[in-house]
């Protein structure tokens, strides 16, 4: 239910850490900038929060692993969350422009990409290693990505990474580091485990290891449905279906379609609110349902005119990320 409003409240905000949540004395913690600068930088939360023009930007946040639950019935993928449609939230962030920052300590030759690296450490990784990623220094120097101290209006509780995390729309959750205490600006892409082993997407034959599969970065398209349940016992008649639909990258949800007859057919759904280029959109269709057993499926389409993969078969992998199958349910 808290994913059906077009904000989620905070307090039913998805959590994936990877460690124990860090504990900080706000006064001590300082955000260090190095690497392939001309200044390293030594910031205070007081500085970071004067120096630098304060933005807000509306942004979802989406795990690699949303909707895994629907690969693991292709196949069992032990050790990983078994997760639904809930991997996923929008909220409002507040912070500051990371560009502002990396213009200050100033790029040099051959900066490539930019690093963070979070606080906590997790029993996860081989060999034991802060958490951390990196982005294309191209993306680092949108507008749109944030070193935010506040989520939905409000400092960024301590699960959510407080005092300041990364926010990259657009991008998979584990780019939107946690705990910042540092950012380095590099030529290669950060060669910790949860970016050059783990958050790669690998062949059903391949196994995990370092420099394995594909890097994840930006999401990939999907939808979900939140309402009725897969399995609901509802009224005949006008049935009211929703759901969200997000695309990723810098692309947006132009169109979802509902289907009630196994895809022969599709009736468009209506977009609700508009939240801008780096939110999902909810959706809606009202279907005449008769009394009986119906299957509903939808897609999705993004502005690139790509839509979503039929079914989970062909997406399975060891992992178990991106599964952007059209949902269904019964
Ligand atoms: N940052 C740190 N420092 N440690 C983590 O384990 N998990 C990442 C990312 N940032 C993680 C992190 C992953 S996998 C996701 S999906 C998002 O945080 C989840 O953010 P949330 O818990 O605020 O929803």
Redesign the pocket.
């Known amino acids: 239910d808290a994913l059906l409003s077009s904000l989620t409240p905070t307090e039913t905000?998805?959590?994936?850490?990877?460690?124990a949540v860090?504990e900080f004395d706000p006064s001590a913690w300082r955000l260090r900038v190095g690497g392939l600068v001309e200044r390293p930088l030594s910031l205070s939360l007081e500085t970071l929060q004067s120096a630098f023009a304060e933005r807000m930007v509306i942004a979802t946040?989406?795990?690699?692993?949303?909707r895994r639950a629907g690969l693991i019935s292709v196949r069992d993928i032990p050790g990983e969350a078994p997760w639904g449609p809930g991997?996923t939230?929008t909220a409002t962030w507040t912070g500051v422009a990371l560009a502002d920052v990396l213009a200050l300590a100033g790029a040099r030759d051959g900066a490539a990409h930019v690093g963070?690296?979070?606080?906590?450490i997790?029993p996860e990784a081989k060999p034991a290693q802060?958490?951390?990623?990196s982005v294309p220094l191209d993306k680092a120097r949108r507008r749109e990505v944030l070193l935010a101290w506040a989520?939905n209006g409000r400092p960024?509780p301590p699960?959510?990474?407080a005092p300041v995390?990364?926010v990259v729309p657009g991008y998979?959750?584990?780019?939107?580091?946690?705990?910042?205490t540092r950012i380095e600006v590099r030529s290669e892409a950060w060669p910790g485990y949860?970016q050059d082993v783990v958050?790669r997407l690998l062949t059903p034959e391949q196994t995990v290891g370092p420099g394995v599969g594909m890097p994840l970065g930006l999401v990939a398209l999907n939808s979900d449905v939140l309402a009725p349940m897969d399995g609901a016992e509802v009224a005949a008649g006008p049935v009211e279906v929703r759901g969200y639909a997000f695309a990723g990258g810098d692309r947006h949800v132009a169109r979802v379609d509902v289907s009630t007859d196994d895809g022969r057919s599709w009736t468009q759904a209506e977009l609700l609110d508009d939240l801008g280029r780096w939110a999902w959109r909810h959706w809606r269709a009202v279907l005449e349902l008769p009394p009986g057993e119906h299957r509903i499926a939808v897609r999705a389409w993004d502005s690139s005119a790509a839509t979503q993969p039929e079914d989970e078969a062909a997406l399975w992998n060891p992992k178990g990320y991106v599964n952007n199958a059209r949902p269904r349910i019964s």
Do not use: T
């Open positions: 905000f998805y959590v994936r850490g990877h460690g860090p946040l989406q795990c690699a692993g949303n991997a939230g963070f690296e979070g606080a906590d997790s802060l958490y951390g990623g989520m960024l699960v959510h990474g995390r990364v998979i959750g584990a780019r939107s580091v946690k705990w910042l949860f958050y």
